[in-house]
């Protein structure tokens, strides 16, 4: 293909900028070879308005329709991996450690004689973790699962009224 | 695309639960996929065939639809890359050329044209016949630009490349498609264009 015919099909196509269209446009206007180049071009192009699309069968939908019945249906990734979900869970347990370790420091004997760099941690610790802190800890794991549960189950009745 | 609902907004719907919305997309573009796959399958029924495998694709895969495109452009991909897979295993089967038993016929579109007797019909005719004999990459590109009013960045992101790739692949396509007319219309291509 020759430049004449690039530069001309980039001004029909509209690919060019104010400068180079002008430019062409004036070359259009002076040069007699270049005009009817480019009116030839645009007959052409103005023939691929004509082309119809062409039709499939009758039964098209129904038969994609019919396919796609027993297919699971669709769910948005968003929906698959709710990032609320995530971000609840990792706090809960960023906040439990945070916690504990602001216990451990806060108990703890942190004495720095000289530089022998001599740490004491010796608190307590059964003091702390008591029957009753771990019995919270599991209610709170056991009431994220039943969130997780629920919400799971809902899905599931969902798809199964739409079949 | 000015439609009453949009393509997204139909996803949103089908992604909530309405699947049977799922038939007004295909509806809505079923006769731009199927044109596109007869560009590679050249016959109907396997055409057919392979835009029934897009729409199948498109809606296991509706979910991993990210709208950051058009809802059309990522159909198309998905209905290149369908095209491209069955013409590779078309060509597989074609490779048993050498057994004894296989005859190839060679389809003659110009003497087809001549036993019509130059018969007059109109342009678009003789472009979708000129189309039909274009190499699938032209055809898919014209048909994407032309039929499916696609830029030039879409083509590229349907076809996996640069958009001046696209240009140049599209002004050698257009080139093309001028010469089978002229090829199969002689004096005529004038007349018509």
């Not at chain 1, 104010?18 to 206007?29: D, F, G, L, M, V």
């Not at chain 1, 029957?131 to 199964?160: C, H, N, W």
């Not at chain 2, 898919?140 to 696609?150: A, D, P, V």
């Amino acid at each position: 293909m020759n430049t004449i015919d690039e530069q001309l099909w980039d001004y029909i196509d509209g690919n060019l900028d104010k400068t180079q269209a002008s430019a062409i446009k004036e070359k259009i206007n002076t040069d007699a070879e270049f005009k009817s180049k480019y009116e030839e071009l645009v007959r052409f192009n103005l023939n691929f308005d004509k082309i119809e699309l062409e039709e499939p069968s009758m039964s098209f939908t129904r038969n994609v329709m019919e396919s796609i019945a027993f297919e699971p249906a669709p769910i948005a990734m968003k929906t698959k991996v709710d990032k609320r979900i995530i971000y609840s869970i990792g706090s809960f347990f960023i906040l439990s450690l945070l916690i504990l370790f602001g216990y451990m420091l806060y108990n703890a004997n942190l004495t720095m004689p000289g530089f022998d760099r001599k740490v004491n941690f010796s608190f307590n610790l059964d003091k702390y973790i008591t029957p009753t802190t771990v019995y919270s800890f599991l209610f709170a794991d056991v009431v994220i699962g039943l969130i997780f549960l629920d919400q799971f189950l809902r899905e599931k009745m969902a798809q199964s009224k739409k079949v | 695309m000015t439609q009453e609902i949009t393509d997204l907004m139909l996803i949103e719907k089908i992604l909530n639960g309405q699947t049977d919305q799922y038939s007004l997309l295909v509806k809505r573009h079923q006769r731009f996929v199927f044109t596109l796959a007869l560009r590679f399958a050249k016959n109907r029924e396997d055409a057919e065939e392979i835009a029934q495998d897009c729409f199948i694709k498109a809606y296991k895969a509706l979910g991993t639809f990210k709208q950051t495109s058009k809802f059309s452009t990522w159909l198309y991909t998905i209905t290149y890359t369908t095209a491209m897979t069955f013409l590779r295993k078309k060509r597989l089967d074609t490779l048993s050329i050498n057994d004894d038993e296989t005859f190839l016929q060679l389809e003659n579109h110009t003497s087809a044209f001549m036993a019509n007797g130059y018969e007059r019909k109109d342009s678009h005719h003789f472009l979708n016949q000129a189309i039909t004999q274009l190499m699938p990459d032209d055809a898919t590109i014209i048909t994407l630009f032309y039929q499916g009013e696609q830029s030039l960045e879409e083509i590229g992101i349907t076809l996996h490349m640069e958009p001046n790739t696209i240009k140049v692949k599209l002004h050698r396509a257009r080139q093309r498609l001028k010469e089978k007319l002229q090829y199969l219309l002689k004096d005529e291509v004038k007349e018509l264009l």
